[in-house]
């Protein structure tokens, strides 16, 4: 058996936690901005950007050196690029999308809130499914444009700060992310999403990532496994 098989648990289990962490973090500062704001929308928006921007980096830092992607997206384009096999993906997405799920679990449980509540927030238009392409584009041409240059050390900076200002420049308040997205379901309050919407959500996020995909490989023609999967930086955070 190779030493990243060997390895897979290990590295399933940090994507497990930080995408609960995440999603905790993007439920619950939502939850408890609605509190401390309840007629301010825009203020709203403000702490729970702040709040996902400032977990991001406290998780993509701790767990970078095991894995850190948090996101199927991500994982799928290590796959393709070849920094890990399509077995290793999908086991890593499956234990981000449990991570996911039982993120927004804890957050509503944590509020006093019924542990599931199908959220029932439309998030539907063509606006909204433009924001996702561009959203997801951007957040992975940032996180393996910061690997393939030599810059590890800074992703997880770069990654915060993007999906900070993504919440405010992209209609959809960039979600990028289909395990994100698919937690956020479970929770019917200010960071959820009607299930009717997440196709949508989704397929717009897989476009998002295919062409940032091709633009990596445009950008940077020598990427190599070697520049994505250095094994003491970690599996391409995101």
Same mark, same amino acid.
């Given at each position: 058996m ?11 289990? &940090? ?5 609960? $962490? @995440?999603? %905790?973090?993007?439920?619950?500062s939502?939850?408890?901005a609605?509190?401390?704001?309840p007629?301010?929308?825009? @203020?709203?928006?403000?702490?729970n ?6 977990i ?7 767990l ?15 796959? &393709?690029?070849?920094? !890990? ?9 499956t234990?981000?999308?449990? +991570? ?5 679990? &804890?957050?509503?449980l ?12 439309d998030?539907? +238009? ?5 924001a ?5 584009l951007?957040?992975? @041409? !940032?996180? $393996? ?16 700060g993007? !999906? ?10 960039? $979600?990028a992310n ?7 379901i479970?929770?019917?309050? $200010?960071?959820? !999403?009607?299930? %009717? ?11 998002? +990532?295919?062409?940032a ?16 999967a ?5 599996r391409?955070?995101?």
């Amino acid at each position: 058996m190779s030493a990243p098989a060997r390895d897979l648990p290990r590295r399933a289990t &940090a994507e497990f936690v930080g995408t609960a $962490f @995440l999603v %905790a973090g993007v439920v619950g500062s939502g939850i408890m901005a609605t509190r401390l704001s309840p007629d301010d929308v825009g @203020l709203q928006l403000l702490q729970n950007s702040i709040a996902t921007g400032a977990i991001l980096v406290a998780l993509i830092l701790t767990l970078q050196p095991v894995s850190a992607s948090f996101n199927p997206v991500i994982t799928g384009i290590e796959a &393709a690029l070849g920094a !890990i096999s399509w077995r290793e993906a999908a086991a890593l997405s499956t234990a981000q999308v449990a +991570g996911g799920i039982t993120g927004s679990v &804890a957050a509503n449980l944590m509020f006093d809130l019924d542990a599931v509540s199908f959220a029932t927030t439309d998030r539907t +238009g063509g606006g909204l499914w433009l924001a996702e392409v561009v959203a997801t584009l951007g957040l992975a @041409l !940032i996180v $393996f444009g910061g690997i393939r240059t030599g810059r590890t050390e800074t992703v997880a900076f770069a990654v915060s700060g993007y !999906i900070a200002a993504a919440y405010w420049f992209t209609a959809s308040t960039s $979600f990028a992310n289909p395990a994100v997205t698919i937690g956020r379901i479970f929770s019917d309050t $200010f960071a959820g !999403i009607d299930p %009717a919407s997440v196709p949508v959500f989704l397929a717009m996020q897989v476009v998002g +990532g295919a062409a940032a995909y091709a633009l990596v490989r445009y950008l940077y023609p020598s990427f190599t496994r070697d520049d994505v999967a250095d094994p003491t930086t970690g599996r391409g955070p995101g």
